[in-house]
Each structure stands twice: as structure tokens, then as C-alpha cells.
């Protein structure tokens, strides 16, 4: 009985140092990623975003940058998917009709390119990585700023333009950023 409690107590403590070595190492990675430049703000969403994938216990660095890539793929495909469904909602004035079209568009291409990321980071390429996932996150501020802009092309702000897309925009260029942070330290 009392070795089984030992034994229970081992496995414990086993257990919990090995959530605490995940846990650290994706902090730690993190921390390494955001800490330089103008976005060591992103740091909570980025240990917040890994911890809570599947997969990232015991990742490394590549196996997190792997897992902030596929979780652009899926939030873009998500964001496609939400904006398709405010299109078919309707009740949108031209202007933003004309917004949520070029926002389905750009998400569209901007899937496209992921993929070619994907392969970029398999194979090694940062360089390729960094700038197609920059084309990646242009899909994410290109559709902000169709629905900021007056319409004339001159990207003036309008007060009542408030984008309903803001929130997956803004997720949006957070997963690429940090995705492509954590490919630059590797």
C-alpha cells in the first residue's frame, strides 16, 4: 500500500514537472521571439495561443512554429468562412458589400499562400517563409483597410466604418506575427 502511494506520488511529481518543462519551453520561446523589435507586446497571446494547442507539451521551437502556422491556416480558414456568412447574412450598405468582398478575396489568396509557407518552413526556407507569410498577414490589414477607407482609394478614416471583421483581423495578424517571430529564431 505505501509503495503504491510512493509510486502515486513519483508519477505525480513526474507528471507535473514534465507540464512544467512544456509550459516553459513555450514561454521561453516566446520570450526569445517577442523580445526584440516592436512586438514584445504579443508575448501573453503568443504563450497563451501555444499552450492551449494540442501538440505544443514537449514542442520545440520548430514543433511551435509548425503549430503557430497551422493555427494561421485555421483561423484564415475560419475567417473565410466568417466573412462568407456575414455576405450572405446581407443588410450592408454598397460600401461595405464592396469591403466584405474584398476582404473574402483577399483571405482567399491569402489561404493560398499559406500553404506555400508550409512548405517553405518543411523544407527550411526561412527567407520564403517570412515573405510569403508577410503576403499572409497583408490579407488581414488589406481587409481593415477596405472597410477604413472613404471609398476614394485615399485610405481617410471613416467614423462610421467600423469593421465587424475587426476582432478576426486583428487574431489574424497576431497568429502570422508570431508565427513568423518564432521562424526568425530558429
Given at each position: 500500500m505505501a509503495t503504491r502511494f510512493v509510486f502515486s506520488l513519483l508519477l505525480a511529481v513526474a507528471c507535473s514537472h514534465a507540464a512544467l518543462a512544456s509550459s516553459s519551453s513555450?514561454?521561453?520561446?516566446?520570450a526569445k521571439a517577442t523580445a526584440t523589435g516592436s512586438r514584445t507586446d504579443l508575448a501573453p497571446f503568443c504563450v497563451a495561443t501555444l499552450q492551449a494547442a494540442p501538440g505544443s507539451d514537449g514542442a520545440?521551437?520548430?514543433g511551435l512554429a509548425v503549430i503557430a502556422t497551422n493555427l494561421t491556416l485555421a483561423n484564415?480558414?475560419?475567417a473565410y468562412g466568417t466573412i462568407k456568412a456575414l455576405q450572405q447574412?446581407?443588410?450592408w450598405?454598397?460600401?461595405e458589400q464592396a469591403a466584405l468582398a474584398t476582404c473574402r478575396q483577399l483571405y482567399?489568396?491569402?489561404?493560398?499562400?499559406?500553404?506555400?509557407s508550409i512548405h517553405a518552413l518543411n523544407t527550411g526556407q526561412t527567407q520564403a517563409y517570412v515573405a510569403?507569410?508577410?503576403v499572409v498577414q497583408r490579407a488581414a490589414t488589406g481587409c481593415e483597410d477596405a472597410f477604413s477607407s472613404d471609398g476614394g482609394g485615399n485610405g481617410n478614416r471613416s467614423a462610421t466604418a467600423q469593421s465587424p471583421l475587426q476582432k478576426v483581423d486583428d487574431d489574424a495578424i497576431n497568429l502570422t506575427t508570431v508565427a513568423m517571430l518564432i521562424v526568425l529564431i530558429l
Open positions: 513555450v514561454e521561453d520561446t516566446c520545440d521551437a520548430r484564415y480558414t475560419a447574412r446581407g443588410g450598405s454598397e460600401r482567399i489568396e491569402a489561404l493560398n499562400v499559406v500553404h506555400s510569403d507569410m508577410g
